[in-house]
């Protein structure tokens, strides 16, 4: 893990970026949702159709095909509330290189099942010590080589992927809505769409029981913030990763915060209406395009994974609100 704070990603490094998962990975589809609105057209980033089920691939993969053998030759370990630490085990296994993941207990069990299918290690830590891990005040005790979820390099040009192939399939896009957990999506998605089309905006999308997107925003800076329980494990938190936040800052038009009951009307929209099954985060991005005024013209939702627990997801579309 590095030190150093992370730059906006050139065009040319996610071109390379693009180029280099394009020989392991399907181009994922950007699908219309034509809900009869006449001043906004809903178009979505359907990253749920990867090879796990979630953007964080692109991430995982672009950071292990960036290092040379002789970094990852005692293997390789990441920081994760789920949907990483899958990608990470995918990319690993891929490329025949031994993985840990380092998660809390209460990650939803289909990505800790995920995780441990592809013959990854998984090892629960509190989330008080996953946060340190995070923000690098503490590094676990291990051999493996550490990619951070939110600050690596090669993590932010794999997520900008996703922003180059939205902004080439859709040129005049106006909006895009992208779930904000770390933040590193986001930003690689924003720093994409951007240089390729300054006048899009970006907006990021938080859970409103956890909101330190638009707590930070209010107050020109990173705030600690009381948060409540919510089934969305993937976005929020009590704050945000001070390593990435000045360029995530600088990169995104603002922020807009859904509630629980907004996410799951947008889950089951998404499925009556498209037969897509989305998490509560990936989810979240369709909810702020249903209610936002600021979300108009030619709308990108990113619909960033769909690896929600069976059971929860079936009381969601029964119209009951999961457990948090």
Known sequence: MTSALPRRPAL???????????????RTPLLRLDLGRAD???????????????????????????????????????????NMAYGMAWAARALG???AAYMYADAPQTKIDGVRGLGGDVRFVSHETWWRYIIGTERPEGAEFLVNPVTDQAVLAGNATIGLEIAEDLPEVDCVLTPY??????????????????QAKVFAVEDENAAPVTAALAAGRIVEIETRPSFIKSIGGPSLVPGLWPLASQSIDGAIAVSLDQVTEAMRLLFSKAKIVAEGAGAASLAAALRSERATGNVVCVISGGNIDAGAYAQILGGAMPEA
Not at 181 to 198: D, I, L, P, Q, Y
């Open 12 to 26: 040319y490094e996610m071109v390379a970026a693009r180029d280099r998962l394009a020989a392991w990975l399907p």
């Open 40 to 82: 906004q057209r809903i178009f979505l980033k359907l990253e749920t159709l990867s090879p796990i089920g979630a953007f964080k691939i692109r991430p995982a993969l672009n950071a292990l095909l960036c290092r040379d053998a002789d970094e990852l030759r005692h293997g390789v370990a990441t920081i994760s509330s789920g």
């Open 181 to 198: 957990g770390g933040g590193s999506m986001t930003t690689g998605v924003a720093s994409a769409v951007k240089a390729m089309r300054s």
């Open 97 to 99: 290189v031994p993985m």
